[in-house]
């Protein structure tokens, strides 16, 4: 079964900083989809970002970008010029060919202002 | 177009009371998904559907039943209401391929006394 780490439970960073939060996975697989969760105080679940295995490029949105080193099964988030309206939790998640979707535990992110 | 939509909001039972969450998309999507998030532990997999009459175990399925009879509906039943299954239930909803974002419905917070 896939396995989704995200090592730093809670983080902070000042308001226009720069933050980078982890994701590494473990699969057998060469072919799956990566994804970032954001989850702020309303609960809603928002898709940030998503990654297809297969490209190299990593995927960027606006201010988020990700760093996808398929070789070391990790996906990490950037976060540019981050805003009060980041503050929420962060979840990665895996995509394989049992279509499942796997969370990993998520990163409480605060933007400090 | 109100995406998916998820009722009650909140609810309170007493251990052993029965119940059903509801969940509907109007995306005319074909997975359906319900997660359960529990502090510290991201979203964790129930129950899903691949379509109309096909369901299947996700990764935390005892204690809760699920029916696809419709593309459009996808219920919850708690059998037997444990305090263990206190806990915030999402449903989520996307198109067939792995790359398509999932959808996710406001959330039903879940107290079991």
């Known amino acids: 079964a896939q396995t989704v780490t995200q090592s730093q439970p809670e983080m902070s960073v000042q308001e226009a900083e720069t933050v980078t939060l982890s994701c590494t996975y473990d699969t057998s697989e060469n072919n799956y989809y990566l994804f970032w969760y954001k989850q702020p105080p309303s609960r809603q679940m928002i898709l940030v970002i998503r990654q297809e295995a297969y490209k190299q490029q990593n995927a960027t949105e606006n201010r988020f970008s990700v760093n996808f080193q398929k070789a070391a099964k990790s996906f990490s988030l950037k976060i540019s010029d981050s805003q009060l309206g980041d503050t929420a939790m962060y979840f990665c998640a895996f995509r394989g060919g049992n279509e499942k979707l796997t969370f990993g535990t998520g990163t409480r992110l605060t933007i400090i202002p | 177009n109100a995406g998916v939509t998820q009722t009650p909001k909140f609810q309170v039972l007493k251990t052993g009371q029965s119940m059903t969450l509801q969940c509907a998309q109007d995306?005319?999507?074909?997975?359906m998904s319900w997660y359960r998030q529990d502090p510290g532990m991201g979203l964790r997999l129930i129950h899903y559907?691949?379509?109309?009459?096909?369901?299947d175990q996700g990764e935390v399925p005892n204690g809760y039943n699920v029916s696809r009879s419709t593309t459009e509906d996808f219920p919850l039943r708690l059998l037997s209401a444990a305090p263990s299954q206190t806990s915030v239930y999402f449903c989520?909803?996307?198109?067939?391929?792995?790359?398509?974002?999932?959808?996710f419905g406001p959330g039903t917070r879940l107290t079991v006394l």
């Open positions: 995306m005319n999507h074909e997975y």
């Open positions: 559907s691949v379509g109309a009459g096909i369901t």
């Open positions: 989520a909803s996307r198109a067939a391929g792995r790359y398509n974002e999932q959808f």
